[in-house]
């Protein structure tokens, strides 16, 4: 299925929005806030946790971004109202941070301070590397203010090493990735296993530190590692968790919930539905099989 899912991905232009559809119902909770809660309370029923992200990205207007803005504290207070935990994940384009940075600053101080108010916390996601300072720079000011938030770090950038080193030391929350952008070799890794290699260092370096661990990946070498590390390392519970994204590879979750790791689920909602759709297809053969099998129902 190897050609088959590349021949699918190279032709996904093509692929008629209504198969797209069909097949995103397994990896999105749906275009309303109240799916994603209801995902939510099904997740914990399976002792999972939930971040909940609203789909939306390098927007183009400054009124997106509020906008976006008021979906999260929409979010925020659904999950609040519900008796859910409130865990959102953030992207800083989506609230202008390529069009006005101190716009930006402020929209997301509102969702992290709505947050804290509903006992929460916010995870500040990673983006290209154009977008790599700022975000740690905004994520750093809010923290600073003992504010609950959290940053990422995408193990195929060269830089990452460094930045961990120092979030580490400083008991920030990081969750660590593979990274899904295509960057430069200059600045970042770029084979498979010179990804995988990286993601290790960087996940000793922040297993070492003094802050909590988000383990972002559905590779099961990288999974099978981690745990290795985890046991060698005597890591308590309250420091680490496994991330997986909604609908990708359910057994493997359900296996390290049985083993009794910690683990959270990404729930996105939302109506920009079709570019993350699209997106996943791109980076995962799993997803892309799925759309192959729609298109040979006949979609």
Known sequence: MGILHRLVVASLPLVPRAV???????????????????????????????TVDVLGEFITG?????????????????????????????KLTAFGLLLDEGECARLAERVVLAARDAGGFVRIDMEDS????RTLAIHE?????????????????RRTPRDAERL?????????CKGIYLEPEGIA???????????LEV???????????AIATHDAHLVERAESMLRDLAVPRERYEFQMLLGVLPGLRRSLVAKGHPLRVYVPYGTEWYAYSTRRLRENPEVAGNIVKAMLRGG
Do not use: M, W
């Open 20 to 50: 797209v559809a069909r097949v995103a119902r397994r990896y999105i909770a749906g275009e309303r806030i109240e799916e994603a809660v209801a995902k939510v309370r099904e997740l914990r029923g399976e002792g999972c946790g939930a």
């Open 62 to 90: 400054v009124g997106q971004a509020r906008e976006t803005c008021g979906e999260y504290l929409r979010a925020v207070s659904a999950l609040r109202d519900a008796g859910l935990p409130v865990n959102v994940s953030v």
């Open 130 to 133: 154009p977008c790599t300072d």
């Open 141 to 157: 000011a809010l923290r600073a203010r003992g504010l609950p938030v959290g940053t990422v770090l995408q193990a195929r950038l």
């Open 168 to 176: 580490a030391a400083e008991g920030a929350s990081i969750r660590l």
């Open 189 to 199: 890794h770029v084979s498979f296993e010179g990804i995988r290699a990286a993601f």
């Open 203 to 213: 996940l000793g370096i922040l297993l070492r530190g003094r802050g909590r661990v």
